[in-house]
């Protein structure tokens, strides 16, 4: 039992760290090479469609080439930290501007937190099966 609990956490983990590390990565390209623009938050939106789900921010911009452009924000909460009609620093990939990331703490900060929470798995999976 406590491998198979050990060989899921560790998966789990090891998942969890390549997807933190791939939207650290985008995070740093999209900052360094996109277009940096100032988008709007026009509203939000729930990823399962109810009020009990995850709160995500519905944000415009407009392209350098003059498109108008509405994403649904890459990271939420369980209340949005935002509101209607904030100005956002939106930094985009100019080939494809749904392709983007904030420069919001959130946003930064989020995939770094799923790397603690992934390790902090591996620990109490571990802990678990030594005792």
Partial sequence: MEVFLMFWTAIV?????????KMIRRTKTL???????????????????NSRSVVLPLIQFATIEGDVIEVV?????S????????????????????????????EQAAPFLILVVAWLMVAIALGICVS
């Avoid at 900052?31 to 469609?49: C, D, E, F, Q, S």
């Avoid at 924000?73 to 909460?77: A, D, F, I, Q, S």
């Fill in 73 to 77: 924000g890459n990271v939420g909460t």
């Fill in 13 to 21: 983990a090891i998942s969890l760290t390549i997807f933190s590390l």
């Fill in 31 to 49: 900052r360094r090479h996109g277009m940096r623009v100032l988008g709007t938050i026009v509203g939000k939106t729930w990823t399962n469609g």
């Fill in 79 to 106: 209340t949005l930290p935002v509101k209607a009609g904030e100005k956002v620093t939106v930094y985009y990939d100019a080939s494809n501007p749904k392709n983007f990331t904030l420069d919001s703490d959130l």
